[in-house]
Nanobody, 120 residues
Framework: QVQVVESGGGLVQTGGSLRLSCAASGSSFSINDMGWYRQAPGKQRDLVAVITSGGRTTYADSVKGRFTIARDNVKNMMTLQMNSLKPEDTAVYYC??????????????WGQGTQVTVSS
């Protein structure tokens, strides 16, 4: 079993920055891909950025050039550095982890979400 916890959300003005963190914990697991998703009220949950175990990154067009995803494989942690924030970035941000257990079965784990609010 893997537990996933996000942190770092908050209230920031337009043009400001926030840094989100995601920590994965448990025993006898290995992490494959990790990603950030967000969901605004009344809208579907969309991918923000993803990073593979090898460090390859992919970003949604709406955040490209402003957000940076990174991971620390030793600490089983992932971050999302968000710069030049806009009101349309307001959403609940979720960490998703793909992890394999001792039997090499891969499971999808989600964090509880952290609120990001950008005021104009």
């Amino acid at each position: 079993q893997v537990q996933v916890v996000e942190s770092g959300g908050g209230l920031v003005q337009t043009g400001g920055s926030l840094r989100l963190s995601c920590a994965a914990s448990g025993s006898s697991f290995s992490i494959n891909d990790m990603g950030w998703y967000r969901q605004a009220p009344g809208k579907q949950r969309d991918l923000v950025a993803v990073i593979t175990s090898g460090g390859r990154t992919t970003y949604a067009d709406s955040v490209k050039g402003r957000f940076t995803i990174a991971r620390d494989n030793v600490k089983n942690m992932m971050t999302l550095q968000m710069n030049s924030l806009k009101p349309e970035d307001t959403a609940v941000y979720y960490c998703k982890v793909l992890a394999s257990d001792q039997r090499s079965y891969t499971f999808q784990y989600w964090g509880q979400g952290t609120q990001v609010t950008v005021s104009s």
